[in-house]
């Protein structure tokens, strides 16, 4: 007999945030002053990033650990470069024996002296972040009892703008679709500065056959020298309108009302395409953020 047709209910917007470990005790302090901010708004998870190669991966460790006592739900990012496979595999059982239940697999930021041409298959290491969602699989299978039988949530990148390795946005969408074959759940967007990047890229992934939920990353749009920056290392094009608005004022809270209300204009117009939720990069800050989820009033959990 086949179940019945159940009219289920919508699932309200997920949210989620990205914090970075503290690299001085005044920065700690700030941080948790963020992280106690943050915890008001129910987050569905935090994800929690690293610096290039891991540089600071015991300080990221301590900080998943830390939030396993708070009410926020810790998503650990792992990067492929600057670890080999047996590093990395020891490494995802230390953050499941702590409590972690959600990985957000990256292949990382290459060094600047390393390029495409240079790279060579390693026995030791991994190469891409399709290899890395594999391994990931292979220590939870080994740990099904720890989990109770259940599983690991893994998340992984997709690229609104064109990936600055990729020889054309087609074969971004055919790399996500081979993580999603190897055991991803979901993908975050790099930043993009533009409503039609998101909703593009929504189209042509589901045209390849790309299910999994993909979330777009948001940045409060507040720091000229930030979105700038970032632009050039995403390799996607800012909005020049918005710079030019924000280059134009010379006081922080102007700047931040503008910013604010362009994030929150690129939110909506991805909600409306269809995004399942938002993931916000605070970089550690949480007032822009805040401000962002008062304007757009998403639907949150009782507390």
């Given at each position: 007999m086949?179940?019945p ?8 917007p997920a949210?989620?945030y ?14 948790w002053?963020?992280i ?17 190669s891991?540089?600071?991966r015991?300080?990221a ?14 998503l650990a990012?792992?990067t492929?470069?600057g670890?080999?496979?047996?590093e990395?595999?020891l ?6 024996d702590?409590g ?14 390393q ?5 060579q298959?390693d026995e030791?290491g991994l ?7 594999e ?20 998340g992984?990148?997709?690229?609104p703008?064109?990936?600055p390795?990729s020889p054309?946005s ?13 055991g991803?759940d ?14 593009d ?13 993909i979330i777009p ?6 720091s ?8 050039e290392?995403?390799g996607a ?8 608005e ?6 922080d809270?102007?700047r931040?009302?503008?910013g604010?209300?362009?994030t ?11 995004a ?8 550690n800050?949480h007032r ?6 008062e304007?757009l ?7």
């Open positions: 086949s179940p047709n159940l009219a289920l209910p919508p699932a309200p949210l989620s990205e914090l970075f470990p503290p690299r001085t005790p005044a920065a700690a302090d700030s941080l002053e963020t106690r901010a943050l915890e008001s708004t129910h987050p569905d998870y935090v994800s929690v990033t690293y610096g290039a891991g540089s600071n015991d300080t460790v301590s900080l998943l650990r830390q939030l396993q006592e708070t009410s926020l739900r810790p990012h792992l492929c470069i670890n080999t496979a047996q990395l595999a490494l995802i059982a230390e953050l499941l702590h972690v239940r959600g990985i957000l697999a990256l292949r990382g930021d290459r060094a600047p002296s390029t495409r041409a240079s790279e298959p030791r190469l891409h972040a399709q290899d890395l969602v391994l990931i699989r292979r220590v939870e299978q080994r740990r099904s009892a720890l989990l109770a039988a259940g599983k690991l949530a893994i992984v990148a997709a690229y703008a064109k990936h390795e054309d087609a074969h971004d969408i055919e790399v996500l679709l081979a993580k999603q074959r190897s991803a979901f993908a975050i967007t790099q930043v993009f500065f533009h409503p039609a990047e998101y909703e890229l929504l189209s042509r992934a589901q045209r390849a056959g790309v299910s999994i939920p990353g948001l940045m409060p749009l507040t000229l020298v930030r979105l700038r920056r970032l632009a290392l995403s094009a800012p909005d020049e309108a918005l710079l030019a924000l280059a134009a004022v010379d006081d809270a102007t931040r009302r503008i604010v209300a362009a929150v204009r690129l939110a909506r117009v991805a909600l409306e395409a269809g399942p939720g938002i993931h916000l990069y605070t970089f800050e822009s953020a805040l401000d962002v989820l304007r009033d998403l639907p949150r959990p009782a507390a």
